[in-house]
């Protein structure tokens, strides 16, 4: 019963958020002109070592080992004997150049998406351009909280290599910290004109969180319930599928519906994470503002957050 309800729940927040969706379409569009625009970055600051002269044609395959060999370098062999390999100071300078440039332009655009979001959750059109335009005006908030998320992701990260087991427990606990307390960060910078200091944003949104769902927070109730269990679901039919073609001596049958689930499942992963974001637009008003967007209810956004046990 507890099951039902969990699922019940999860396909109400993702039917009411597809239908916010439903009415402005170009949140659809949004993700994917996102990601189009961070693959030219990306490829527009790996350009500088791809293309370094190294006296060989980039066709070359001695120009892409001398890249290699100015950004990784062979180490002593551990314990068992075998060399290892460790990024060179300037490889390991650039890769945290390039990760932190991306992130501050994944944060750009986060806030150009979240502001369309929050307009069409308020009743007002949706517009890729006006959330490209408002970014652009949020560029000093934008700076610094990428900055901070980027050095927790690095920190993150180096304990997780240099701690082994322990390392992986303590990056575990700190990255689901890090998860909950900055899930409103970025609807805080659209919002919170006053609000620039990236210490301050975090701590604003975890007051958020705290005012309206209380301490005892342990984790975020979004839309994955309905998605698993579609996901069996579809295994389900193609193994139904895989039967009858054994039976019929007709292999192709269970291609066809592989690959028909494929896309399916490919194209509701992309629905559900456009929802997902939506949702967290509609609890940033509940919890920021106290409005229920329609057409969810207070119900719903209540039950937003998984709780400690007494």
Known sequence: METMGKFQRSWLLFTSSISVI???????????AIAALMIVIVLFFLAPVALIPTGYSVTQVEH????GNALFTETQGRGDGRPGITLTTGGM???????????????????????????????????????????STKL?????????????????????????????????????????????????????EQVTNPLTTLRRSADILKRT?????IGYVGLSFAGTVILIGSLGLLLVALFVSIALNALWIVAVVAVFLVLCVLLFG?????????????????????RVAQPYSSEMLDSAWKFKKN
């Open 93 to 135: 300078a650039y890769l945290a150049g390039l990760y932190l440039v991306s992130m501050f332009f994944a944060t750009f655009f986060n806030v150009a998406f979240y502001n369309e979001i929050l307009a069409a959750l308020e009743g007002d059109s949706v517009s890729i351009g006006r959330g490209l335009n408002f970014a």
């Open 213 to 217: 769902w209380g301490e005892a927070l």
């Open 22 to 32: 439903a009415a402005n379409k170009q949140l659809l569009a949004f993700p994917i």
């Open 64 to 67: 892409w080992q001398a890249v």
């Open 270 to 290: 992309y629905l559900s994470s456009v929802a997902g974001q939506v949702y967290r637009g509609a609890l940033y008003l509940y919890a920021a503002d106290g």
């Open 140 to 192: 000093k908030s934008i700076l610094m909280w990428s900055l901070l998320a980027g050095l927790v992701g690095l920190a993150i990260k180096t304990i997780e290599q240099r701690m082994g087991l322990i390392g992986r427990l303590v990056t575990r606990f700190i990255g689901a910290t890090w998860s909950i307390a900055s899930v409103f960060a970025v609807p805080i910078i659209v919002r919170e």
